[in-house]
């Protein structure tokens, strides 16, 4: 006989109690399997792509001037540069020359920005070990390489600069140059 309340029977269906019982189930469940995910130690991180700790920001031509690196799934590479602009329009102003393209393949790194302001660049290169002994160091990781600067004129002359360069990374958890600034 079912319970009473206050002399008149309660009655729930079959299909109700075992509706609660299976979502109390699946909850102990849930709980169950996230405190053990907690708890081992032996958790495997999930595997990141190759070259993604090369992600992250690195110095550029002149103080304050940095390029950001995202190294994403089978070496595609996205980013940007962001440097002072150097014509009387914009001279102090910071432009942002985002990746046309980018590819790293083992620590052969080559990227093309997009065209600002009638100046691009190129690198090809690589992304070596630095100086700095941890990632919390300047220079952690180099990209060490050959950079051109392209660049259009008014009147729609073209020129091209090549210099060797090696921008350092910087420390892991610094801020950009930017926010430092503020």
């Known amino acids: 006989m079912l319970p009473t309340i206050e002399g008149s029977e309660v009655s729930m269906p079959i ?54 690196l995202t190294v994403e799934d089978r070496g595609r590479v996205t980013g940007f540069v962001s440097r002072y602009g150097d014509s009387e329009s914009d001279r102090g102003v910071f432009l942002d020359h985002f990746f046309k393209s980018g590819k790293l393949d083992g620590n052969q ?36 390489g050959t950079l051109v600067e392209n660049t259009t004129d008014e009147a729609k002359k073209s020129s091209s600069r090549s210099r060797e360069v090696a921008l350092k990374s910087f420390p892991q958890d610094m801020a950009s140059p930017r926010e430092q600034k503020k």
């Open 109 to 144: 790194l080559a990227f093309t920005t997009e065209t600002v302001h009638g100046v691009s660049f190129e690198y090809q290169g690589t992304i070596d070990r630095g100086e700095g002994k941890s990632r919390g160091d300047e220079a952690y990781y180099v990209l060490k």
């Open 15 to 68: 299909r109700t109690t075992r509706c609660y019982a299976l979502q109390l189930a699946y909850f102990v469940l849930f709980v169950w399997m996230h405190a053990g995910a907690q708890t081992n130690p032996n958790r495997q991180k999930p595997a990141s792509s190759p070259g993604a700790d090369y992600s992250g920001m690195y110095s550029f031509l002149r103080d304050g001037e940095f390029v950001q």
